[in-house]
């Protein structure tokens, strides 16, 4: 039996180096300025499925992601590293989703993908931080779930390994497939994209991109079906939309404030023995270390 | 995500170089493999955007992977146990990163596994990986032997050897002894055909032999007995899953610490003839010369590169009575001529690489089928250029490396003296690249006939007709003034006919042609892209005065001269 992978992703905007621009007068992130980015946790995640695909002879690896048109780059670059295919769910009715929501859109896609036996994600986005769209969508499905991934040992005869980071320690946990696991950013990072799939991905589209395609490469469309990148409205994946999006959404954003970080309380200390010692003190008095 | 090739945008500028559309055309014999491969291109655009995009996976995989680690490999280095090596572990995570990507042979076919790129963006990734980690360029230069298989070789050996190099297993060419450096045809390493197995046996010692426990390795070794010069060597495929060679020892080197130099014995190691005999040195390794050589240049420009970001990262940072220390001119002089330097040896660098291309190219087809009269004219042409401008080439590019490197401690001061900083491990790496493939001495030697029979001087006259922005109208003026001197210095010293008095102005002569030649190649940069403006300014008046200076020697000296050099 060959194995079936799904891979959760989701594109965010780059808040790793955030500027003065990033947010707007009114608090909301500055998309424009911010690169979008591949959620560097996903791509963890997805290291993780193309080891069981480089180990498993005969694997998938599939990739969905929810998000705008341009969302379609994760999954290029996902195909660019290894992935078989990649499907976007993109509907106006899934914008302004809380995790609830994503969640719930994300199930009824892989419902409709219908055979997995993994189903891997990120531990967290960089954007929300939230850490909850992986668990909601074992629940949705009635799946296992095995979060805070660092390796996944073995694959065989429907049970998987997995060895978890945890806050004090690690643990090693089995568990039957199917089943979700979300991994951590101390799992391996991702494998670089490869000079052949990219060759041979670069022209990939989806319908809607396609319209803006360089007339020279549109005939490649119809002759390299791989080429069309699949596409998914909420009615398509048989989502009720009042469960989508900002409907859907009970998290409602009261309000937000910015932080300006400044040196209150801070002390100059000359680097003598002296001076250092009643650091020392003052540090383990206050329990900063132990 | 830092990228080397998206943060330098001369490398797009090289890439996108008018003469690219004839090179790619016939590289990919209009496009007739795009029906066959799904990663084939469909036409030159898509091939052009093919090779931004690959580059683009080098460039990230120098900037996040191979720089970081190279201080470690740089410290650790390989280690040696039961005859076999074992990589520094950064050096590992490289080798392993660069399979993933894809990136091993780079310039095969594709029907061999390959991605058949030419060379230029084949170059442009070694050019960026050097300036990552130098010891690192040498384990991925060494792809090049996989063209000597392919131009050489026999079908199926192309067939055996070739996808395993694309696949990431690595090469070596063996060629060096303890008693034949620089003068190979004293090769003694010796081959023995045996009739009952129907294969040939090794047995002797190498030395000096980068990457010598790799998968694959060319061997250039005596197969007619009794013979004693380079009519009786050839070469040979030494797979090592046959056993027979084992590494005696590493050399503890000053520099590319991180790239394997070994000492072999070869103990009746069981080999395969490469191409015919009694043509090993003569014609094979001279063609494997002289695309390692091109290999060479590109580590010496990303030798350069390097040493210019150190050098001016540090030179911003540093505050001396009471300002940064690129502010004085004594500091910021160094810093321009460096971006100079490092400018022009990159314009030689791509210049070379496209003579080499559309000529092996041509020469390709030409097994194919029968060439136009002017297609053979081109190849030719082209041919000749490349035979000129490699080892002109190689011989500037790698001193410019040696002084760049050094011009980036001088700017560093103590601290650039201490381990802590990069600028020490580029100058102890830079030092070999003016030392193997042919010292620079040896590339004068190399070089010299295109200063006899006029190959550079008509290139530099062709250079002059092209058009320049008026701008640039008096930096021209002082290259063709540079010219007239070098025209006058030739005719003095080839009129006397004395081979010794030639030989001792040759690396001047070489020098002159190649100060012109770089300044025009400057020229045409700068007017393609104003960044380059300042370095045609500052290379031109830096190429004048040591032309003046060459002048002033070549005019003063005379043959009675050489008597006061000579040593007894």
Redesign the interface.
């Known amino acids: 039996m060959s194995l079936k992978i799904i891979v959760l992703a989701k594109q965010v905007p780059d808040t790793r180096n955030v500027g003065k621009d990033a947010m707007k007068a009114d608090g909301t992130v500055n998309r424009s300025v911010l690169p979008a980015i591949f959620n560097p946790e996903d791509l963890n995640a997805l290291e993780q499925a193309l080891r069981l695909k480089d180990t498993h002879p005969g694997a998938t690896v599939t990739l969905l992601t929810m998000g705008p048109q341009r969302a379609a780059e994760i999954i290029r670059e996902g195909l660019y590293r290894g992935a078989d295919k990649g499907y976007l769910l993109t509907d106006r009715a899934f914008a302004g989703a809380d995790t609830l929501a994503t969640s719930y859109a994300l199930a009824m896609a892989i419902r409709k993908i219908k055979t997995y036996d993994l189903i891997l994600c990120g531990r967290q986005a960089i954007d929300g931080d939230t850490a909850q769209v992986g668990p909601q969508v074992a629940e949705k499905l009635g799946l296992a779930q095995i979060t805070y991934a660092e390796a996944i040992r073995k694959v065989e005869n429907g049970k998987i390994t997995v060895v978890r980071r945890l806050e004090r320690g690690i643990e090693t946990v089995e568990a039957t497939l199917p089943v979700v696991v979300t991994v951590n950013g101390t799992a391996p990072a991702c494998?670089?994209?490869?000079?052949?799939?990219?060759?041979?991905y670069?022209h990939a589209k989806t319908i809607a991109e396609q319209q803006n395609a360089h007339a020279?490469?549109l005939h490649?469309f119809n002759a390299?079906a791989?080429l069309n990148l699949e596409e998914w409205s909420a009615a398509e994946v048989n989502a009720d939309v009042r469960l989508c999006g900002l409907s859907g959404s009970p998290t409602k954003v009261k309000k937000i404030e910015n932080v300006v970080f400044q040196t209150k309380e801070s002390k100059t200390m000359e680097p003598t023995d002296e001076h250092i010692n009643e650091l020392m003190k003052e540090l383990i008095t206050n329990h900063t270390i132990a | 995500m830092a990228n080397y090739f998206l943060d330098t945008p001369v490398y797009k500028h090289h890439l996108h170089h008018p003469l690219m559309k004839r090179i790619v055309e016939v590289k990919e014999r209009n496009y007739a493999d795009r029906n066959v491969y799904?990663?084939?291109?469909?036409?030159f655009?898509?091939a052009m955007?093919?090779y931004e995009?690959?580059l683009e996976?080098v460039g990230?995989?120098c900037a996040d992977s191979i720089a970081p680690n190279a201080p470690e490999v740089d410290l650790q280095g390989p280690s040696l146990a039961n005859g076999r090596v074992s990589y520094a572990l950064g050096t590992q995570g490289n080798m392993e990163?660069v399979r993933?990507?894809?990136?091993m042979g780079?310039a095969m076919p594709r029907r061999y596994g390959g991605?058949n790129f030419p060379c230029v963006p084949y170059i442009m990734a070694a050019d960026m990986v050097s300036r990552a980690d130098a010891g690192f360029e040498n384990l991925w230069g060494l792809q090049d032997c996989a063209e000597t298989l392919y131009e050489f070789g026999s079908e199926d050996q192309r067939q055996r050897y070739i996808p395993r190099v694309c696949s990431g297993e690595t090469m070596s060419m063996d060629l060096t002894e303890p008693d034949a450096g620089s003068d190979l045809q004293s090769v003694m390493l010796r081959a023995t055909y045996s009739r009952e197995d129907n294969c040939w046996y090794l047995n002797g010692v190498k030395r000096f032999i980068t990457n010598g426990d790799a998968d694959i390795h060319l061997v250039l070794a005596r197969s007619e007995e009794a013979t004693k010069d380079g009519r009786g060597l050839s070469l040979f495929i030494y797979d090592k899953r046959n056993g027979g060679v084992n590494v005696r020892r590493i050399e503890n080197k000053l520099g590319i610490k991180g790239s394997p130099t070994c000492e072999l014995v070869y103990k009746n190691a069981r080999a395969e003839l490469c191409g015919e005999r009694r043509l090993g040195l003569i014609k094979y390794v001279m063609a494997l010369m002289n695309s390692a050589r091109l290999g060479i240049m590109a580590q010496a420009v990303g030798l350069s590169e390097a040493a210019c970001w150190e050098a001016y990262a540090y030179a911003r940072e540093r505050k001396q009575f009471g300002k940064a220390i690129m502010g004085f001119p004594a500091v910021y002089e160094m810093l321009a001529l460096m971006r100079a330097k490092a400018d022009a040896s990159r314009a030689m660098l791509y210049e070379t690489a496209r003579f080499v291309d559309l000529y092996k190219v041509l020469e390709d087809v030409s097994k194919e089928r029968k060439l136009l009269p002017e297609e053979r004219q081109e190849m030719k042409k082209y041919g000749k250029l490349a035979d000129a401008f490699t080892p002109m080439g190689k011989a500037m590019t790698t001193e410019y490396a040696n002084q760049n490197a050094y011009d980036a401690i001088q700017i560093h001061g103590g601290s650039g003296f201490m381990k802590d900083y990069t600028c020490e491990r580029l100058y102890r790496d830079a030092r070999i690249t003016n030392i193997y493939e042919g010292t620079t001495q040896l590339q004068v030697v190399a070089a010299i006939r295109h200063v006899t029979t006029g190959t550079y001087l008509s290139q530099i006259r062709d250079y002059e007709a092209l058009h320049y922005n008026p701008e640039m109208e008096n930096l021209k003026q002082k290259l063709m003034e540079m010219t007239t001197r070098y025209e006058s210095i030739v005719t003095i010293v080839t009129e006397p006919k004395d081979s010794e008095y030639l030989d001792f102005h040759a690396r001047r002569m070489v020098e002159a042609a190649a100060h012109c030649i770089l300044g025009y190649l400057l020229l045409q940069d700068a007017n393609a892209d104003p960044y380059f403006r300042r370095s045609a300014e500052v290379y031109v008046r830096y190429a004048q005065a040591e032309v003046d200076g060459i002048y002033s020697c070549i005019t003063r000296s005379d043959r009675k001269d050489l008597g006061y050099f000579k040593v007894e």
């Not at chain 2, 799904?38 to 036409?43: E, G, K, L, T, V």
């Not at chain 2, 993933?100 to 990136?103: I, M, R, S, Y």
């Open positions: 494998r670089p994209r490869n000079a052949r799939y990219v060759q041979k670069k020279d490469y490649l390299r791989y | 799904d990663y084939a291109p469909i036409d655009e898509d955007d093919s995009k690959v996976i990230e995989i990163t993933k990507a894809g990136l780079m991605l």
